[in-house]
């Protein structure tokens, strides 16, 4: 394949996360608002360019009530941070279709370096003749390290949120 232009379609991607609830459980939740601007030859993503954009008020862990706090001054902030966004710096070949991608992660008005591994899905057509392609990507980081530290001490010790966040995304993309 060549390198060209695609965009994320939504319908068949996702943007999950978990982190650590009272140092014994994991909670999940996803974003369901996000985009992309991908220029990548998919075969070969060691040149490709990638923006992703998250809508933070998306956010949806199946609570309501915790939804709203995440979205609220104590985590986010999305009155004043709505948007999460990626851009590529650097893309690296691990093994036959992995990928390191490392680039700037800005969260809650901070910019850090991250960096992701990705795994080429493959390829194929769509019954309306449509050319896709598929994306996992897995990665952590520390929200402690983007300002998102509100917390509350346990009674029997410890803390009632984590601080590593796991991110799993699904991606297939759609050619432009």
Same mark, same amino acid.
């Given at each position: 394949?060549?390198?060209?232009? +695609?965009?994320? #379609?939504?319908?068949?991607?996702? @943007? #999950?996360?978990? $982190?650590?609830?009272?140092? $014994? ?7 369901? =608002? ?8 998919? !075969? ?5 360019? %990638?923006?992703? =954009?998250? #809508?933070?008020? !998306? %956010? #949806? ?6 939804? =709203? ?5 104590? &985590? ?9 966004? &990626?851009?590529?710096?650097? %893309? ?7 990928? =390191?991608?490392? *680039? ?19 390829? /194929?057509?769509?019954? +309306? ?6 994306? !996992?990507?897995? /990665? ?9 530290? +509100? ?6 010790? *410890? @803390?009632? @949120?984590?601080?590593? @966040?796991? $991110?799993?995304?699904? %991606? ?5």
């Amino acid at each position: 394949m060549s390198k060209t232009n +695609w965009t994320v #379609d939504n319908a068949h991607s996702s @943007v #999950d996360f978990s $982190i650590k609830h009272m140092m $014994i459980a994991n909670v999940k939740g996803t974003f369901k =608002n996000f985009d992309a601007q991908v220029e990548a030859d998919p !075969s070969d993503l060691t040149s490709a360019s %990638i923006q992703f =954009n998250i #809508d933070i008020a !998306s %956010i #949806d862990t199946r609570n309501e009530d915790r939804d =709203n706090h995440l979205r609220s001054a104590d &985590f986010f902030d999305v009155e004043n941070h709505p948007t999460m966004t &990626f851009k590529s710096t650097e %893309i690296v070949k691990t093994d036959d279709d992995e990928y =390191n991608v490392t *680039g700037e992660l800005t969260l809650h008005g901070v910019t850090k370096q991250e960096t992701f591994s990705v795994t080429y899905e493959g390829s /194929g057509k769509d019954p +309306w003749g449509n050319e896709k392609v598929g994306f !996992s990507v897995a /990665g952590k980081l520390n929200r402690s390290d983007y300002g998102l530290t +509100w917390n509350s001490a346990l009674e029997t010790g *410890g @803390v009632l @949120v984590g601080d590593k @966040v796991k $991110i799993d995304l699904q %991606i297939q993309a759609l050619k432009a």
